[in-house]
């Protein structure tokens, strides 16, 4: 009996650990700091983890269909150079399609490469990583981009922006999890990337069109991406080539903390959502504690290790692994 | 050796020669410099510009013939290099003159064996798959990195260890020798030992190798600890010259060795690889890298050229190998 409950809570600490883990952080850093619950600092936090969340949405799909997308961050800088160069030569209302075509022709290309050519998904995404990044040098000549007339541009409402008070990141982060939630746990479409993740063979025995559906999968990773440079863009109406560099790693982070497997066919956009924000909270809680930024980077890497190593650890039934 | 691996073996090499033809063809049409692509200088500049990634790229083909790999090198490098130029500012070493450096070496050597220990630490006791492992430590490492000194560079000049990296021996430079030496110490563990035969086993069928009494899992930590090792020789290697190091020094450098690796043939399912081949797949992006520059082109187009050869090496290498086993998804 005993036992039994002893069972019961591992499988309960392993299905909802994450969500419990958060649950604890939250209350320590509020008893630690007031601040902390403001509302203003948790719609702060929510705010500027909104271009990372948004990009995490559509990697979680591409990780559910059991493959990996290492090139978003450098697509990010892609899309925010893009519709930052053409806000100045074709005006926003034309700038901001423009971009989302160019960014999601790059997921199609992967989405072909391997879907329909089912090449390996990690190199094929380090090889789009670096070619992007050589694509966006060549765009930009290399150069800083910026909006001339920083004042007068209505294009800085989706990164600076308010509607009744909520920031506009925020509405986009929050509608986008949402549509997203219901596609992938409402829709036939969403129960095929399950299933293509799951069990590929068997997906495709059953008449599933595996080589469609993860063609699908990375164009929503690109359709993410380029929402996300949008946001960048407008935030700071300037940017880097670099700006995304190195988020492709933060954004996986953020998607396995939430509990998907990186073999694919688990996972939901909300345990995401819930990875983004410890991630976001985390941050924000070594910051109001006085320690500088570099501190969340060894408490992140703690964290996901943990994280893992528990939610492995519940489903063999062992803490340690059987490695000989 | 079958006549399949000798190709296979051959084809980077042979990527190698049309590189060097492709340069020197079109760089007497383009190039804005008067010296021909295939100058001796140029060449011997290649290989020793060739070594830092080079030599963590070999330590990567050991971890991928396992099966594993290691995304956390640019920050080991990183942090081994701060070890390397800091501690000649202790004053106990200090006091020692001259005969710091090769303590400073050691404490390098040291820091990046002990983070390659950690890691493999966890991948054998935790059972958590080493892309995660090394995802995280790829974060707290950089963490580390930036605790041991802030956002500050950390700088130290010791002359005698600048002439000691500047200097040449029978033509080539230090880090030339340094590159080559560890590839050939690395070919003969992979090829002549016990250690380098269960690696292939290891990544060729895991539970095999099991049941055969290999013992994976100190098999792993070893790995692990070597590739921590080089990733620190290749700092020592490099900032014994340049005497100054940035927190965000080696970051993407992971990348850059695993396309290395990748482009000498090796296989990310494990089982399958070289020590060589990964050496030509070093050669050949730095012949790149120097070679669109030769001509003229901008460095930018670099990075775009490299990727999109990557993923042609991988959709050729699928093609030729239909028959072959069907990859592994990590």
């Known amino acids: ?324 | 050796m079958s006549k399949e691996t000798l190709f296979k073996q051959g084809a980077i090499w042979a990527f190698i020669v049309v590189e060097l033809i492709f340069f020197s063809v079109a760089g007497s049409y383009l190039s804005v410099s008067d010296s021909a692509f295939m100058d001796f200088d140029n060449m011997l500049l290649l290989l020793k510009q060739s070594a830092p990634i080079g030599i963590i790229a070999l330590g990567m083909t050991i971890i991928m013939i396992n099966g594993n790999i290691d995304l956390s090198v640019g920050a080991t490098y990183a942090l081994a290099a701060i070890v390397l130029l800091d501690s000649m500012t202790w004053p106990f070493m200090q006091a020692m003159g001259d005969w710091a450096i090769p303590l400073a070496w050691f404490f390098a050597l040291l820091t990046g064996t002990v983070l390659g220990a950690i890691n493999g630490l966890i991948v054998w006791k935790t059972g958590v798959d080493a892309f995660i492992v090394t995802l995280g430590s790829m974060l707290g490492y950089r963490g580390l990195v930036f605790m041991y000194n802030g956002e500050q560079p950390t700088s130290h000049l010791n002359w005698t260890l600048v002439d000691f990296a500047e200097a040449q021996f029978l033509g080539l430079h230090t880090a030339t020798w340094f590159l080559l030496v560890a590839a050939l110490i690395l070919w003969l563990v992979m090829t002549k030992t016990v250690h380098g035969r269960n690696a292939y086993a290891i990544g060729n069928n895991r539970e095999a190798a099991v049941n055969a009494g290999i013992r994976v899992g100190p098999h792993f930590l070893w790995n692990f600890m070597l590739i921590g090792f080089l990733a620190a020789l290749s700092a020592v290697v490099f900032y014994s010259e340049s005497g100054s190091v940035n927190p965000n020094d080696g970051m993407l450098y992971e990348l850059w060795a695993i396309t290395a690796v990748v482009l000498g043939g090796t296989k990310l399912s494990g089982g399958y690889g070289s020590i060589i081949s990964t050496l030509g797949g070093v050669i050949a992006i730095q012949l790149l890298r120097k070679g669109l520059g030769h001509i003229g082109a901008d460095t930018e187009t670099v990075n775009l050229v490299i990727g999109l050869i990557l993923i042609a090496v991988l959709f050729l290498d699928r093609q030729l190998n239909r028959t072959g086993k069907e990859e592994l998804k990590i």
Request: glycine share 12%; proline share 2%; hydrophobic share 55%.
């Open chain 1, 1 to 324: 009996m005993a036992e039994l409950t002893k069972r019961g809570i591992g499988e309960v600490l392993a299905k909802q650990g994450i969500l419990i883990a958060f649950v604890v952080f939250m209350i320590v850093f509020a008893l630690a700091n007031q601040r902390f619950i403001a509302i203003d600092n948790i719609s702060g936090v929510i705010r500027s983890s909104a271009i990372l969340g948004v990009m995490a949405l559509g990697v979680t799909f591409v990780v559910i269909g059991g493959n990996l997308d290492l090139s978003v961050g450098s697509m990010m800088s892609f899309s925010t150079i893009v519709v930052l160069d053409l806000h100045d030569k074709i005006g926003p209302t034309l700038a901001i399609p423009a971009m989302f075509g160019l960014t999601m022709a790059l997921g199609a290309f992967i989405g072909f490469l391997v879907g329909y050519l089912k090449l390996n998904s990690l190199i094929v995404t380090l090889g789009m990583l670096s070619a992007i990044h050589g694509l966006t040098l060549t765009w930009s000549g290399g150069q800083n981009m910026d909006i001339a007339d920083k004042a007068g541009t209505w294009f800085s409402v989706f990164g600076q922006g308010r509607v009744a008070g909520v920031p506009v990141p925020i509405l986009i982060f929050a509608g986008l999890a949402i549509v997203l939630s219901l596609v992938l746990s409402k829709t036939p479409f969403g129960r095929k990337v399950y299933a293509v993740g799951g069990n590929g063979k068997a997906a495709t025995f059953s008449g599933i069109p595996r080589a469609r559906i993860v063609f699908m999968t990375y164009l929503i990773s690109s359709f993410c991406v380029a929402c996300a440079g949008l946001l960048q863009a407008s935030r700071s109406l300037g940017s880097q080539n670099t700006v995304g560099q190195g988020m492709e790693l933060e954004v996986l982070a953020a998607v396995i903390l939430g509990g998907a497997s990186l073999l694919g066919g688990s996972g939901t956009i909300f345990k995401t959502v819930i990875g983004v924000l410890i991630l976001g909270f985390i941050q924000n809680g070594l910051l109001l504690m006085g320690l500088a930024f570099y501190v969340q980077y060894v408490v992140t890497w703690l964290i996901i290790i943990l994280a893992v190593w528990l939610d492995i650890a519940a489903k063999r039934g062992r803490f340690w692994s059987q490695i000989a």
